[in-house]
């Protein structure tokens, strides 16, 4: 009854955990990541703003009643007798009046404000760029710790295997009291390594956690994805292409170009006159109803907006450079990132290709020989420690290469490596 219990908590424990790959990481990521959900809030004001430019001037509507005398009084010969008439030569007039935008401003305040979205569009993407990057290495560290740790599992079970083997050849008197203990003591290391691991893998999930901002528990979380790397490699020249044309930080200088460009326009626009027309009507007695029209023309003798003209013609050239710099900045990060995944691929392939093979080969032959007397206990204690170093090395090494994948990917600012 006991073990049914104890199986049915285990596949119970299983269930309950949520196993994720990179795509549905990145998914979770961008619907629930507080600052990638702010920022998007951010574009969204911006678009707000566009209707806010694109606005007419409200007419303005003034009534007034004038020539009231509050003391004034009649004769009315109807009844023989004055009466009370404050109103009875009143002049009442009211005016409807409208500022006349010219030269476009109003199209060129909109234009403004939908080029000024696309680049808060252009960061907001570029803010996710670098975000996923942050997202993607925590993924990848958490492969790799997970990977440290089945290694530092492994190695824990063979040296189980070593330990009872060496002490049955004790028990027969083939091996000295001396050479079993420093065997034994030796676990203590691989014990220490399997826990450190473990921390490790811990505190990787924590950190992926907070930024997918998912309320789950460590150990109830895992990832799941291919922990290797691939010889293959795209054109350098193709990476600088895709790299001019995907990157949101590139995007967002030379549309803010195009933005100071349409600014120093709407500057030139602002400096010319924007008349007002007016039209008023009353009643005027004795004369009676009348009507009037009324245009008011100001006279920019001295304010022609000439600072905001030189300041945004100014502005134009200082965008340019912005993006030149930027244009400079893509080729630099494309270069050193295409670099990095290179040198990676080049330690790597000799690790697949011969190390690793080599330091089991090394490890097994050793072993098989000191148990049989053919090798001594030095010899023995020095192939594991190679054999481990080979395997952490070429475990931290894909590692590498997937960070440098992923930065390759954050200089092009689309995925050309998986």
């Excluded at 330990?163 to 027969?172: G, K, L, N, Q």
């Excluded at 990060?333 to 290709?353: F, I, M, N, Q, W």
Aim: aromatic share 8%; hydrophobic share 40%.
């Amino acid at each position: 009854m006991g073990l049914f219990l104890l199986a049915g908590s285990t596949l119970l424990a299983d269930a309950q955990q949520q196993q994720m790959t990179w795509d549905q990481v990145k998914a979770q990521f961008e619907a629930d990541n507080p600052a990638l959900k702010a920022d998007a809030d951010n574009v969204a004001e911006l678009k707000a703003a566009e209707v806010t430019a694109h606005l007419r001037p409200n007419p303005t509507l003034s009534m007034t009643l004038d020539q009231t005398y509050p003391f004034a009084t009649h004769y009315d010969p109807n009844i023989q007798t004055s009466r009370f008439r404050p109103l009875s030569d009143s002049l009442t007039t009211g005016y409807i009046s409208y500022l006349h935008e010219r030269d476009g401003k109003r199209n060129l305040r909109l234009q403004s404000a939908q080029e000024g979205t696309r680049v808060g569009q252009s960061q907001h993407e570029d803010l996710e760029r670098n975000l996923l990057f942050t997202l993607r290495s925590a993924f990848v560290q958490t492969l790799e710790a997970k990977t440290v740790l089945d290694v530092a599992k492994a190695d824990l079970e063979y040296y189980d295997k070593i330990i009872a083997v060496s002490r049955e050849r004790f028990r027969t008197g083939d091996l000295a009291k001396i050479d079993l203990d420093r065997i034994e003591l030796l676990r203590v290391q691989y014990e220490s390594e399997m826990q450190s691991a473990m921390v490790n893998l811990r505190t990787q999930k924590i950190q992926l956690l907070q930024l997918m901002n998912a309320r789950i528990a460590p150990d109830n979380f895992d990832v799941l994805g291919s922990y290797d790397f691939t010889e293959a490699m795209p054109q350098l020249d193709d990476v600088h292409q895709q790299a001019l044309a995907a990157r949101p930080d590139l995007q967002a200088a030379l549309q803010a170009v195009q933005q100071a460009r349409t600014n120093h326009k709407l500057a030139v626009a602002n400096g010319s006159t924007d008349p007002t027309y007016e039209v008023d009507g009353g009643n005027n007695p004795p004369l009676g109803p009348y009507m009037g029209v009324n245009i008011q023309i100001p006279l920019r003798l001295f304010d022609r907006n000439q600072g905001e003209k030189q300041r945004t013609q100014i502005d134009i050239d200082r965008n340019q450079h912005l993006a030149d710099a930027a244009t400079a900045q893509v080729f630099s990060d494309v270069d050193t990132s295409y670099e990095g995944v290179r040198s990676s691929v080049a330690l790597l392939k000799p690790y697949k290709g011969q190390y690793l093979d080599q330091a089991t080969r090394v490890r097994d032959t050793v072993t098989y020989a000191y148990m049989h007397g053919g090798a001594s206990l030095m010899d023995f204690l020095n192939a594991q420690s190679d054999y481990r170093v080979v395997q952490l090395a070429y475990v931290q090494l894909v590692g590498s290469y997937l960070v440098a994948a992923a930065q390759l990917n954050l200089s092009v600012g689309r995925e050309v490596l998986p």
